[in-house]
T-cell receptor
Framework: DAGVTQSPTHLIKTRGQHVTLRCSPISGHKSVSWYQQVLGQGPQFIFQYYEKEERGRGNFPDRFSARQFPNYSSELNVNALLLGDSALYLC??????????????FGPGTRLTVL | AQSVTQLGSHVSVSEGALVLLRCNYSSSVPPYLFWYVQYPNQGLQLLLKYTSAATLVKGINGFEAEFKKSETSFHLTKPSAHMSDAAEYFCAVKRGFDSYDKVIFGPGTSLSVIP
């Protein structure tokens, strides 16, 4: 079975541009979470979506937005890119709503570089 | 608020030696705890998880961790290090009841294995 997939693998943008990152969860998984991992740090939670609704949001500015589609895939959008947005963006899926003991299955990430 | 600390941003061990990676957490409610491993340019892979069953948890690749409530610790160990264990290790905490809460990751510990 395919794991969590993310596209693109790498992306280079300039300051002020907009970027869209995509994630496809494991088949049958209904929850998708997004994390930002800056070089040398642990992942930081950005969003969680379950059944197309936002269930949780981390401490990120409104430039960050996301959505989940009927097939449970998800997009993360970042507007007005800053140099500090350069990071590995990880998507994770869980079978249910992500509550309790559900573990998260991570994709390989999208490496975003902002110049 | 939940938080995770990992003592030692970098740990070096000789091949065949004991691996000990430290994790301490703070949580107002009984937590679920996880250890993830990340190889260069890859996503996170779950090593093991504590979900309030046995306090000694066995994971993949010979790793295990012991949940000690009195010490609020969840240290990761492996009796004999292999070269292939060189990677970044992240401890993570999640509130331990039905919740859509996010997973909080520690800053990570980079493990080097010396031949």
């Amino acid at each position: 079975d395919a794991g969590v997939t993310q596209s693109p693998t790498h992306l280079i943008k300039t300051r002020g541009q907009h970027v869209t990152l995509r994630c496809s969860p494991i088949s049958g998984h209904k929850s998708v979470s997004w994390y930002q991992q800056v070089l040398g740090q642990g992942p930081q939670f950005i969003f969680q979506y379950y059944e197309k609704e936002e269930r949780g949001r981390g401490n990120f500015p409104d430039r960050f937005s996301a959505r989940q589609f009927p097939n449970y895939s998800s997009e993360l959008n970042v507007n007005a890119l800053l140099l500090g947005d350069s990071a590995l963006y990880l998507c994770a899926s869980t079978p249910g709503g992500g509550w309790g003991r559900d573990e998260q299955f991570f994709g390989p990430g999208t490496r975003l570089t902002v110049l | 608020a939940q938080s995770v600390t990992q003592l030692g941003s970098h740990v070096s061990v000789s091949e065949g030696a004991l691996v000990l990676l430290r994790c301490n957490y703070s949580s107002s409610v009984p937590p679920y705890l996880f250890w993830y491993v990340q190889y260069p340019n890859q996503g996170l892979q779950l090593l093991l998880k504590y979900t309030s069953a046995a306090t000694l948890v066995k994971g993949i690749n010979g790793f295990e961790a012991e949940f000690k409530k009195s010490e609020t610790s969840f240290h990761l160990t492996k009796p004999s290090a292999h070269m292939s264990d060189a990677a970044e290790y992240f401890c993570a905490v999640k509130r331990g009841f039905d919740s859509y809460d996010k997973v909080i990751f520690g800053p990570g510990t980079s493990l080097s294995v010396i031949p």
